[in-house]
């Protein structure tokens, strides 16, 4: 029994010794060990100078440079009081226990934030932001903006040098006399030229030239009418010189374009007798044009105007230009007058129209084209103007026969030379089409006018 107990004696003391040494070699190894295991490493000389005292911060540092931490790729120590941009990546570095703050990597490579963006923006000028202070940059930026605007002020004297003032001009004008007009002046000018009997043939048609540039658009033309104008215009339809008709003629017709007040005026101001006397008498053919402009200005959109052109006999004086040698041009517009006419009545009757509109059609429904067509052989007229050689005289003439087709159909028919001139022209214009065609035009002109003449004799049977 002691022989046990003496046993057990001297294990225990056998482990008692081997726990000293351990706690003596663990002590001695941590004693040992590299300090970046720890939390925190500090440092006597950071609490104390040699002298033992603690050390005061210096105040040479700018403290606005302490405001703004400007994050890289890299980890850079966040000093106190620094903010840190939103969206850096911040981590506490177990070695030295400060706070540390870098650029996050995206995917790319690069940074989205919009601090990156700028830092980009200043490498490519080659400027480190790391060595200027908030105060520099600012500086700086004053600087910037001053010889902005110095560069402005200096672009402004330049264009001064070039180009003078609006109030300098004006004096110039004033001493030279040149007064800026307005066109309601300019044309009362030209019309008391026109009017004055002091002026001379060559100035009264120079006066009528430029007012038929100005009476084109509408607002002058009804002030043209208010001045005393269109009468004067009218009245020089009645000039026994041509070429003061001719200019008279020219100005009616511009006046007259689309402007219902002024085509009202003209009507009860006579000028449809006169137009229709001018074409129907002998007078030179440049003069007999102008006419005609005026009439169709006159007459189109005009039903009433259609009524009285038709009372007066102007389809009878229109076709009495067919018997007249060397006014093949003249029959042609005669024609395209007459196909507007047409045309303009099948559209107003086939559109979907109001209260307003329905008086109209019923104004359009007193004008009686087709029996006066019928009476004076038209029918007969129009297919022969297909014979002249221009295109555009053709196309023209074409159309009229078509849009005549309903009511001349029996008497196209039987015109053999009707029939003879449309095999002639599909010929030609198949040759020209297929040139078109092989130039890579597959709708060209002629291939138009080959469509209108196969449209018409297949309408012909």
Same mark, same amino acid.
């Given at each position: ?62 403290? !606005? ?85 110095? !560069?402005?002020?200096?672009? !402004? ?13 004006? =004096? ?62 009218? !009245? ?87 018997r007249q040698p060397g006014t093949s041009a003249l029959c042609v517009r005669a024609v395209t007058l007459l196909y507007d006419l047409f045309v303009e009545k099948m559209l107003l009757e086939d559109s979907q129209h109001g209260d307003h509109a329905e008086e109209k059609v019923q104004q359009y429904r007193r004008v009686q084209l087709v029996p006066a067509v019928l009476e004076q052989d038209w029918c007969v007229a129009v297919p022969g103007l297909l014979a002249l050689p221009e295109h555009d005289a053709r196309e023209k003439v074409l159309k009229a026969v078509a849009v005549l087709m309903e009511f001349c159909r029996e008497r196209f028919r039987g015109d053999a030379a009707l029939g003879a ?8 214009? =198949? ?31």
């Amino acid at each position: 029994m002691s022989h046990w107990a003496g046993h057990l004696c001297t294990v225990a003391k056998v482990s008692l010794l081997l726990l000293l040494v351990s706690a003596v070699f663990f002590q001695s190894s941590l004693s040992e060990r590299v300090p970046e295991f720890a939390l925190t490493k500090i440092e006597e000389s950071d609490i104390k100078d040699g002298s033992g005292k603690e050390p005061i911060a210096g105040d040479d540092a700018d403290p !606005e440079d302490l405001e703004v931490f400007y994050p890289t790729h890299q980890w850079q120590a966040v000093r106190p009081g620094q903010a840190v941009p939103a969206g850096s990546h911040v981590r506490l570095n177990l070695q030295t226990g400060e706070r540390e703050a870098r650029l996050p990597d995206s995917e790319s490579g690069k940074s989205d934030t919009k601090e990156e963006k700028r830092r980009k923006r200043l490498n490519k000028m080659d400027i480190d932001t790391n060595s200027f202070t908030s105060q520099e940059l600012k500086k700086a930026l004053a600087k910037m903006k001053e010889s902005e605007k110095a !560069e402005r002020m200096a672009h !402004e004297e330049e264009v001064r040098k070039k180009f003078r003032p609006i109030e300098q001009l004006k =004096e110039e004008f004033e001493k030279l006399n040149v007064k800026m007009e307005t066109d309601y002046e300019i044309m009362d000018k030209l019309i008391s030229k026109f009017n004055s009997s002091a002026s001379t043939l060559d100035e009264k048609v120079a006066a009528l030239y430029d007012l038929e540039y100005y009476v084109h658009q509408v607002d002058n033309a009804k002030d043209f009418l208010s001045m005393g104008g269109l009468r004067l215009v009218i !009245e020089g339809l009645n000039s026994t010189e041509a070429v003061l008709k001719e200019h008279a003629a020219f100005v009616l017709g511009a006046a007259l374009s689309s402007n219902p007040k002024v085509q009202i005026e003209a009507i009860e101001g006579g000028a449809l007798q006169k137009l229709l006397v001018i074409v129907a008498t002998e007078q030179p053919q440049a003069v007999k044009k102008k006419a005609l402009f005026a009439l169709s200005s006159l007459l189109r959109h005009f039903p009433y105007a259609q009524q009285q052109f038709l009372k007066l006999g102007g389809l009878q004086v229109l076709r009495g230009l067919f018997r007249q040698p060397g006014t093949s041009a003249l029959c042609v517009r005669a024609v395209t007058l007459l196909y507007d006419l047409f045309v303009e009545k099948m559209l107003l009757e086939d559109s979907q129209h109001g209260d307003h509109a329905e008086e109209k059609v019923q104004q359009y429904r007193r004008v009686q084209l087709v029996p006066a067509v019928l009476e004076q052989d038209w029918c007969v007229a129009v297919p022969g103007l297909l014979a002249l050689p221009e295109h555009d005289a053709r196309e023209k003439v074409l159309k009229a026969v078509a849009v005549l087709m309903e009511f001349c159909r029996e008497r196209f028919r039987g015109d053999a030379a009707l029939g003879a001139t449309l095999g002639l022209l599909r010929s030609e214009y =198949e040759e020209l089409a297929a040139a078109e065609r092989r130039d890579g035009d597959g709708d060209g002109y002629f291939q138009e006018l080959l469509g209108s003449v196969n449209s018409i004799l297949r309408e012909l049977g």
